[in-house]
């Protein structure tokens, strides 16, 4: 399985990104997708995840701001991310499991700055 993010950048406070995830060596449809992030000198975090029934859940701290979509066809992940402010810098990454083992993918830096 692997996974790639994409979509990062420089954004100001108050404003916009998607970040996208493609997965490939996966069947994909069948997993919980979900999308982690670590801001500098932090733990890692979840931020959200979705299910293959397409629930989503999202953490206390970027829920009502961030959306978490999949398009199965595509084998893709999506965070849209709004209202964004410096505490959102962060590298994100997605993560999958398959068979009791975790996947990760290359991250993609948020940096929320004026």
């Known amino acids: 399985v692997q996974l790639q993010a994409s979509g990062g950048g420089l954004v100001q406070p108050g404003g916009s990104l998607r970040l996208s995830c493609a997965a490939s060596g996966t069947a994909f449809s069948g997993n919980l997708m979900a999308w982690y992030r670590q801001a500098p000198g932090k733990q890692r975090e979840l931020v959200a995840y979705i299910t293959s029934h397409f629930d989503a859940y999202y953490s206390a701290t970027v829920k009502g701001r961030f959306t978490i979509s999949r398009d199965n066809a595509k084998k893709m992940v999506y965070l849209q991310m709004n209202s964004l402010n410096s505490e959102d810098t962060a590298v994100y990454s997605c993560?999958?499991?398959?068979?009791?083992?975790?996947?990760w993918g290359r991250g993609t830096l948020v940096t929320v700055s004026s």
């Open positions: 993560n999958t499991s398959e068979l009791d083992i975790n996947y």
